[in-house]
């Protein structure tokens, strides 16, 4: 759909997540060849222990009076500094607030960090914040029942690994990946089944396959996922998603509870209309392809019963607008749109989205838009334009739900996990407050296009009644997320703001752990 722009970088960077996990996974593995292709890996058995967290140790200290882990990131000394330890509490009754205010600071007072010192003062720290989050389940999600369907080239597929990594990998979920060599020729046969390998060791359940035709265009290697998810469900597939390459689920749990709400025994086709009033009233009610298209199986096979009949009557250039039309001429069934997928038909500055706490089970468009300002965050293939999705969700794996969640502290500072902390001078947060403020969608990005005469000024029929921009350094300051890692059986988060006529940098820290974990000796 309306613009895919693709920046292609590479480097040879391999978070430290990944090289644990691949570690893991090399111990553990167990090969067996399978029947077609005898060179083909099995996918590899999940780690022994089936937690998440195991391995990564506990908290050694409460309020430290060193942090050498600041050499680890790439901020110009001098900056302001502050951090806080958040330990978290699993409740079984909380359900995901899309804001919770508390009245406490999150920060204690800030303090200069210079070259060569990490010497943290022990008058900067404030005890351990508690937080209750929704109980977090113990587990890996067991996603058998779906099977996912792309089609990509192998360059770009290289590029998203880590990417992949974060939502699919341990989950069981089975990926087919149709895969072209460069300037769309077939790629070889033995480069395929390395890449392939590589992702398996990886904990993913990915089949690459190659397109069903040389010289294949895009929309139509898109259409043929049909036969391609066909030929490949097995006994327990229930559903089949067709995805980008650009697509991320930020939590494959959420995904899944998602279609518990559905009936997979019926026809059913599931997805997100654009969040743009102007491409739903040119593309129509359909599901838009980078939000995730889901059909149930029976849908599917119906799809595959029409399949030459609709490639014969289409003329649709984009391979979503083929799914659909082939479901609306062979089926009375329509699209039943599902809030919480995201087509991203957002350009410009996205804060407003993800500063709107809203639960977002997949999005699109985050190979671009990111503005990585002096090339800080970790070194990753697209760092400087990709979202970095792979560290923004990683606190996803201590506290579950709570990626993008929003708490507010005081009057004038909102944390929206993994993407910003945000203060509003000057009383900007209350002057808006009176209209439900934090419930709206600030709109931060580019303007919507206009069609004549409709009541819908743009976004209203996804995202609500949006409110105005702030102005940045002056209603709104945004501390952005930096990175995150995991360590002493946690997640530590950074954020930073670059200083404005002349003043410091500012980076604030977050260690967020879990109740169990949090096993420290006494304060020092
Ligand atoms: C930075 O300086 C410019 C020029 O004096 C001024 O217009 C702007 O408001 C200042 N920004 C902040 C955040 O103070």
Redesign the pocket.
């Known amino acids: 759909m309306p613009s895919r722009r693709h920046i292609i970088t590479v480097t040879s960077s391999i978070s430290s997540f990944a090289l644990f996990v691949f570690i893991l996974v090399v111990l553990g593995l167990r090969y067996t060849a399978r029947g077609s292709g005898a060179d083909v890996a099995s996918p590899p058995s999940l780690p022994e222990e089936n937690n998440i967290f195991s391995g990564y140790g506990e908290a050694k200290s409460r309020c430290p009076s060193e942090a050498p882990w600041l050499n680890q990131i790439r901020i110009d000394r001098p900056f302001q500094y502050a951090r806080r330890d958040i330990i978290l509490r699993p409740n079984r009754d909380l359900a995901r607030k899309s804001v919770t205010k508390l009245d406490e600071a999150l920060f204690p007072d800030f303090q200069d960090i210079s070259e060569g010192d990490n010497h943290l003062a022990s008058s900067t720290c404030l005890e351990p914040l508690r937080l209750e989050v929704p109980a977090w389940p113990e587990t890996y999600p067991d996603a058998s029942h779906v099977i996912f369907g792309l089609s990509t080239s192998m360059a770009r597929l290289e590029d998203s690994l880590v990417y992949f990594q974060r939502w699919m990998s341990f989950t069981k979920a089975r990926v087919i990946i149709v895969v072209t060599g460069e300037a769309d020729i077939m790629p070889k046969h033995s480069d395929m089944r390395d890449l392939e390998r590589r992702m398996r060791q990886m904990g993913m359940h990915v089949t690459l396959v190659r397109p069903m035709e040389e010289g294949m265009p895009m929309e139509m290697r898109y259409f043929s996922l049909v036969k391609v998810l066909m030929e490949h469900r097995d006994g327990r597939t229930e559903w089949a998603v067709f995805m980008d390459d650009d697509t991320f689920f930020p939590s494959m749990r959420e995904f899944i509870n998602t279609l518990n709400d559905y009936d997979a025994s019926k026809l059913v086709y599931l997805g997100a209309i654009s969040e743009e009033w102007w491409a739903v009233a040119r593309y129509s009610f359909m599901g838009f392809g980078g939000a995730g298209v889901l059909l149930s199986v029976p849908l599917l096979e119906l799809v595959d019963r029409h399949y030459q009949d609709c490639i014969d009557q289409s003329g649709a250039g984009a391979g979503d607008m083929r799914i659909y039309e082939c479901i609306r001429w062979y089926s009375d069934t329509g699209l039943q749109h599902v809030n919480g997928l995201f087509q991203i038909d957002l350009h410009g500055d996205r804060s407003g989205l993800f500063e709107s706490g809203r639960k977002i089970v997949s999005l699109h468009h985050w190979k671009e838009g990111w503005w990585d300002e002096g090339q800080l965050g970790t070194p990753r293939p697209g760092h400087a334009t990709w979202f970095p999705m792979d560290r923004m969700n990683v606190v996803a794996d201590v506290c579950a739900e709570c990626f993008l969640q929003r708490w507010q502290f005081g009057d004038d500072l909102v944390l929206s996990n993994g993407y910003t902390i945000a203060t509003y001078p000057n009383g900007a947060l209350s002057k808006f407050e009176r209209h439900r403020g934090l419930e709206k969608v600030e709109e931060t990005w580019i303007k919507p296009g206009v069609i004549k005469g409709a009541n819908n000024p743009g976004w209203d029929h996804y995202l609500g009644v949006m409110r105005p921009p702030l102005e940045l350094?002056?209603e709104k300051i945004q501390y952005r997320f930096l990175d995150a890692w995991k360590v002493d059986g946690g997640v530590r988060q950074f954020y930073h703001h670059f200083g404005?006529?002349g003043s410091l940098d500012t980076v604030m820290e977050l260690f967020w752990i879990r109740e169990e974990n949090w096993k420290v000796g006494k304060t020092p």
Do not use: D
Request: proline share 0%.
């Open positions: 350094e002056h404005v006529n």
